[in-house]
């Protein structure tokens, strides 16, 4: 069989079928390195997460900050729509960050009050002790992160603001179980 230019179809007849090769113009597109000037995407990350981690601290105070100021204007105005949101928002944040910021605790506390925010049928209703634990919890978890065997400390604490919320919870929504599932369901929060 003959080579054929490169950028044709080439077409080899067998006794009952044909096999038809598509030019491969990627090929031109290619391009080879040498191994030693490899590209290591998850090193660089690593080292940009490094460089950064003396702001997670910061970061976080001003998430925590974000949320108590949340706090205050629920407590000034009420659960108004735009505050209720501005509150979950807040805490969510919290949520999301806290595990990549070094305060899973705080992550934990933030869950839990996401929680009451979102499953509970009436925010007014709520005991204003079981969300100002929550916010004070963060706010401790945050600001003494860095003192020694506060880690353990923080864990428990997120416990057990936890329990208490799942069992306000489960009380105010005995009668709407669609929420029960999720109320009962475990922690998406990493672990410490």
């Not at 002790?129 to 065997?149: C, G």
């Amino acid at each position: 069989m003959t080579k054929q230019k490169p950028g044709t179809i080439e077409v080899k007849s067998f006794g009952d079928h044909h096999v038809i090769t598509q030019p491969n113009s990627l090929r031109k597109a290619l391009l080879r390195v040498p191994e030693s000037d490899l590209d290591d995407p998850v090193g660089r990350a690593e080292k940009a997460l490094a460089g950064l981690s003396g702001e997670f601290k910061n970061w976080m105070t001003i998430e925590a900050d974000r949320l108590s100021a949340a706090h205050a204007v629920v407590l000034r105005d009420g659960f108004t729509t735009d505050n209720r949101e501005e509150l979950f928002r807040a805490a969510h944040d919290i949520k999301g960050d806290a595990a990549t910021f070094g305060f899973p605790s705080a992550g934990a506390a933030a869950e839990s009050l996401c929680r009451i925010i979102e499953h509970a049928p009436d925010l007014d209703l709520v005991p204003a002790e079981l969300i100002t634990h929550h916010i004070n919890a963060i706010q401790a978890i945050v600001r003494e992160r860095t003192k020694l065997d506060t880690a353990t400390m923080a864990s428990k604490l997120s416990k057990q603001l936890r329990g208490v919320a799942d069992e306000f919870l489960l009380k105010v929504n005995r009668d709407r179980p669609e929420h029960l599932e999720a109320i009962l369901a475990p922690s998406i929060v990493p672990a410490e």
